[in-house]
């Protein structure tokens, strides 16, 4: 295991992140690293921009995973690496829009889709009528 690696297990680990998080963070900087052939520590902004482009235009990622993979990069550089960047170095992808779901249509006046019968009175409580 590297150094870098061990030291990002570590980090995820202090700020009780949970273990599946942990290995998506992992895996997802492992791809990032194995996708320029280098070490991330080597890597710059340019190669994140790169990276996410790659991502959604090649692989045709959910803006879900690309978000994910922009988040694992996030905390890799920012808390693990402390490289002086900035949060806007690392975009996150806008789900496209759904228009609303129309209403079911509305029945004709008279008709009525459930029939209410009447309900049995309720008897008050009384403890001493316990089964």
């Known amino acids: 295991m590297t150094p870098l690696r061990q030291r990002m297990i ?24 194995r996708f320029f052939g280098q070490s991330p520590e080597a890597l ?12 959604i235009n090649e692989r045709k990622m959910s803006p879900d995973g690309v978000n994910q993979q922009s988040s694992a990069l996030k905390f ?39 029939r209410a019968e009447p309900c049995s009175p309720v008897r008050p409580f009384n403890p001493h009528n316990r089964p």
């Open 10 to 33: 570590e980090d995820l680990q202090l700020r009780n992140l949970a273990p599946a998080t942990q290995k998506n963070y992992i895996a997802h900087v492992a791809a990032f690293a």
């Open 44 to 55: 710059d902004q340019e190669a994140v921009r790169e990276y996410l482009l790659y991502l």
């Open 76 to 114: 890799l550089y920012l808390t693990t690496l402390e490289m002086p960047w900035r949060d806007v170095d690392f975009p996150r992808v806008r789900r496209p829009h759904r228009p609303p779901r129309p209403h079911p249509p509305l029945l004709p006046a008279g008709h009525s889709a459930l």
